[in-house]
């Protein structure tokens, strides 16, 4: 089930809290599952509009597990920093199939947005 490789061209980091004493908090979130009996290794690689690429930068999910994690996560991305505000996409390509979703709640506004969806897979 799933596909090797998955794109997310609309990743954009929000900031985190529209004030002080909100009780949510805006975030980016990437789930990804593998329900295959073996390990599933990933190479995730970050585009930019204005620097050069972030790539194969390695990931492991467990066997019939769930990985979940936040782009605010320096350390998934290999100390990649992405920047509050910033543009980017992400291409994740698995030894196994894989499902990717994307997350992202944006707290800029006070009504404020949350957006899930599925990454494009071949």
């Known amino acids: ?7 997310v061209v609309d990743g954009y980091r929000p900031p985190a809290q529209p004030a002080a004493d909100a009780g949510y908090e805006g975030h980016e979130c990437y789930m990804l599952l593998n329900t295959n009996d073996t390990d599933a290794h990933v190479s ?44 980017y996409s992400v291409v994740f390509k698995s030894d196994l199939d894989i499902i990717v979703q994307y997350g992202r709640l944006d707290v800029q506004q006070s009504n404020m947005a949350y957006m899930a969806l599925m990454g494009y897979s071949e």
Request: net charge positive; charged share 25%; hydrophobic share 45%.
């Open 1 to 7: 089930m799933g596909k090797k490789t998955w794109y």
């Open 44 to 87: 995730i690689s970050v585009y930019f509009m204005d620097k050069d690429p972030a790539e194969n930068i390695l990931f492991v999910v467990p066997a019939k597990r769930v990985a979940a994690f936040r782009s605010s996560d320096a350390d998934v991305f290999g100390g990649l920093k992405l920047n509050i505000n910033e543009q």
